[in-house]
Antibody
Framework: QLQLQESGPGLVKPSETLSLTCTVS??????????WGWIRQPPGKGLEWIGS???????YYNPSLKSRVTISVDTSKNQFSLKLSSVTAADTAVYYC?????????????WGQGTLVTVSS | QSALTQPASVSGSPGQSITISCTGT?????????VSWYQQHPGKAPKLMIY???KRPSGVSNRFSGSKSGNTASLTISGLQAEDEADYYC??????????FGGGTKLTVL
């Protein structure tokens, strides 16, 4: 079964760019069966979908974050990445990567453990 | 897009049944049979419990069931157990390859 693991800095300064990578194991990121997504959860709050990418590079973003988000895929490394620019304290959250079944949108079946990113100077 | 609406909290005693509602609009929950439900224990990643309104992934107890009527989806947990105490989130497809989450419901097992 799929395993996903987030990695990246746990502390980012305000106005800078948050960068995270998700490494997929147990399956190929080039599978036609999955989108690969990022979801975040501010401390004590609910889940928010950030965006998703298909192995071909097609991307889909949350309209509220679209101007600041870039998601990319590296099929050679079986990884996909998130960049969120111009961060503020409001972007402090646990960031999860997850797999999203193509034929069943909104069904995220495998999740990483999550990584806490704090925005602070 | 606004988050789907869930009650902040629900509670029940062991052995009882509880239902968590998830209200959206005709643009999301009402338009697609693509509602999923997630269980999240403290400090853990969410776990998919229901997809396509009422289907259970392999390994999920049949005590968990889902349904939908109009713009509102529901998750029912029967035979409540202490281990069911967790936060629950609904999620609906909202078109244009966009999923939309609910605000979450804290389930307390009394």
């Amino acid at each position: 079964q799929l395993q996903l693991q987030e990695s990246g800095p746990g502390l980012v300064k305000p106005s800078e760019t948050l960068s995270l990578t998700c490494t997929v194991s147990g399956g190929s990121i080039s599978s036609s069966s999955y989108y690969w997504g990022w979801i975040r959860q501010p401390p004590g709050k609910g889940l928010e979908w950030i965006g998703s990418i298909y192995y071909s590079g097609s991307t889909y973003y949350n309209p509220s974050l679209k101007s600041r988000v870039t998601i990319s895929v590296d099929t050679s490394k079986n990884q996909f990445s998130l960049k969120l620019s111009s961060v503020t304290a409001a972007d402090t959250a646990v960031y999860y990567c997850a797999s999203n079944i193509v034929v069943v949108p909104a069904a995220f079946d495998y999740w990483g453990q999550g990584t806490l990113v704090t925005v602070s100077s | 897009q606004s988050a789907l609406t869930q009650p902040a909290s629900v509670s029940g005693s062991p052995g009882q049944s509880i239902t968590i509602s998830c209200t959206g609009t005709s643009s999301d929950v009402g338009s697609y049979n693509l509602v999923s439900w997630y269980q999240q224990h403290p400090g853990k990643a969410p776990k998919l419990m229901i997809y396509e309104v009422s289907k259970r992934p392999s390994g999920v107890s049949n005590r968990f069931s889902g349904s939908k009527s109009g713009n509102t989806a529901s998750l029912t947990i029967s035979g409540l157990q202490a281990e069911d105490e967790a936060d629950y989130y609904c999620c609906s497809y909202a078109g244009s390859s966009t999923p939309l989450f609910g605000g979450g419901t804290k389930l307390t097992v009394l």
